[in-house]
């Protein structure tokens, strides 16, 4: 049986990591340009909320794929991938610090999600540590801007 691969395929890393730089990017803009603090941090809230729905959509796909999934399980994996979207949407209806910390929670829920899915399919063993890393990142920022006390 052939090893799998524990580093992601190049595109997937360039992806992922890519996807960090707006967060990176407004968050040091939320912090270091206080005259337009309101918009970066909105734009950084917005973009929060975006990837949240999107990881939540991986679940949905591995839900159509996965042959191994028990009818009970591919269910909760159908149920579960829109939970992350209404948590995004429910945290673009607050203010902004609240906002972030809800973003958070939502990544960090997905993240435990993330690990019992993985549990049960055979996921690629960089899988798991790639979306720590990127979950980490991602809720740094907006911890970040929780912290700013902006809004």
């Known amino acids: ?20 730089v ?4 407004l968050a040091a803009l939320a912090w270091l340009d206080p005259a337009r603090q309101a918009r970066w941090s909105g734009a950084l809230l917005d973009y929060g ?9 991986l679940h949905w796909a591995l839900a159509m794929q996965a042959d191994a999934l028990a009818p009970r399980r591919r269910a909760q994996a159908y149920a579960w991938s829109v939970v992350p979207a209404l948590i995004a949407w429910g945290a673009l209806q607050l203010a902004p610090g609240p906002a972030a910390l809800l973003l958070v929670a939502g990544f960090l829920l997905h993240f435990v999600a993330d690990h019992a899915l993985a549990a049960r399919l055979p996921l690629p063993p960089w899988y798991l540590p790639l979306r720590a890393r990127l979950t980490a990142v991602a809720s740094a920022c907006l911890v970040a801007l929780a912290w700013s006390g902006v809004g």
Do not use: E, H, S
């Not at 909320?49 to 959509?57: P, R, S, Y």
């Open 49 to 57: 909320a975006v990837i949240l729905a999107f990881v939540g959509a």
């Open 22 to 25: 707006p967060f990176l990017a």
């Open 1 to 20: 049986m052939p090893t799998r691969p524990r580093t992601p395929p190049r595109l997937v890393a360039l992806l992922g990591y890519g996807g960090l």
